[in-house]
């Protein structure tokens, strides 16, 4: 009963995510050490990689420049997906089930079929 009851929460809270995603309302940081890397959700639907020791962008994901955007809950929590043909990359982001504030990425580049799996921390001033 108490997985059920779990799960429900999980849906909901994603369905709300979810939409408060499509308005913009999902803002945050999450920090890659290891590739010098910040994830930046904003609040007007764009995803900006920078990097930490510079703040310098590296990249400014968009609606014009991703394709197959998806946004939905699955088993392992609310999931982002998208694909760049700027980057040859299919991204996807995973706010987990556990209420955890750290983002699961997964990029998969085009030209191999190893992926790069980080879990990202939510980065706090």
Known sequence: MKKFLALVAVAVM???????FDLGQIQGTWSDGEWDGNWTF???????LSLISTGETVF????????????G?????????FNCPATHREYMF?????????LN?????DWRKSEYRKTLKLVTR
Not at 14 to 20: E, P
Not at 105 to 109: C, E, V
């Open 14 to 20: 994603g369905i709300v995510g979810a939409f408060a």
């Open 42 to 48: 904003k609040a007007d639907g764009t995803i900006v």
């Open 60 to 71: 400014t994901f968009t609606e014009n420049n991703v394709e197959n955007f998806h946004i």
């Open 73 to 81: 809950v699955e088993a392992d929590g609310l999931t982002v997906r």
């Open 94 to 102: 995973v706010k987990p089930a556990d209420l955890s504030p750290d």
């Open 105 to 109: 990425m997964t990029i998969r580049p």
